[in-house]
């Protein structure tokens, strides 16, 4: 079946970088996510990575995945106060009509 | 666009009251999914529709919820009766042919007291 894990929280200071991990058990999951959810909002879709990249960059973004070990992360340079809110790990499969299946999400808190 | 719509944005109901949840996706997307959100279980998938079609309701928790999809700019998820366990917030999300990114709604806070 589909699982997805992560921490449930992380504590930075302000101008550091920040790490989130993910692992997930479904192999044929075609894309991996990240979304960012700010308080009493819906999800925003951070950045995303195809199964057969090893790495994505997005400005302050990098987006790693190990594929034989399943395991995702998010690393987020220079790590600001508005980046406090919680980041969701999320997979699906390439077939049609196929939904996103989520983590439970890992509360960043960036102190100043 | 506006995005995805979703009405109301807060619904305070009685246990046994009927309540529904409704949902406008975006124009032209083909997909459309309703998940709940608590502290506990997180971001579950109760059930999603493609071309108007329940594909996948094995995430709708039980008989007193059900799901509906009439036409492709508008969708439904009634709750009937409400428990307090119910209360949550329940999110709406569509994505288009491809299904690079799904958009989500702001969501749908639900206090059944």
């Known amino acids: 079946g589909e699982d997805v894990e992560q921490s449930l929280f992380l504590s930075v200071r302000e101008g550091d970088s920040s790490v989130i991990n993910c692992t997930y058990t479904d192999s044929s999951s075609t894309y991996l996510y990240w979304y960012k959810q700010e308080p009493g909002a819906g999800l925003q879709l951070l950045t995303y990575i195809f199964s057969n990249m090893d790495m994505k960059q997005d400005q302050r973004l990098t987006v790693l995945l190990n594929k034989k070990d399943k395991h995702l992360s998010l690393r987020i340079a220079d790590t600001q106060t508005g980046d406090s809110a919680i980041y969701f790990c999320?997979?699906?499969?390439?077939?049609?009509?196929?939904?996103?299946?989520f983590g439970k999400g890992t509360t960043l808190s960036v102190s100043s | 666009d506006a995005g995805v719509i979703q009405s109301p944005r807060h619904e305070v109901t009685e246990m046994g009251q009927e309540v529904t949840l409704r949902c406008k996706p975006i124009?032209?997307?083909?997909?459309l999914f309703w998940y709940r959100q608590t502290m506990m279980r997180g971001l579950e998938l109760l059930i999603y529709f493609n071309n108007n079609v329940p594909i996948d309701d094995s995430g709708m928790p039980e008989d007193r919820f059900s799901a509906k999809m009439p036409n492709a700019s508008f969708s439904t998820l009634k709750i009937q009766p409400s428990e307090p366990r119910d209360s949550a917030v329940y999110f709406c999300?569509?994505?288009?042919?491809?299904?690079?990114?799904?958009?989500f709604g702001q969501g749908t806070r639900l206090t059944v007291v």
């Open positions: 124009s032209g997307h083909n997909s």
């Open positions: 999320a997979e699906t499969s390439n077939q049609a009509g196929t939904a996103l299946i």
């Open positions: 999300a569509s994505s288009g042919t491809g299904f690079i990114e799904a958009f």
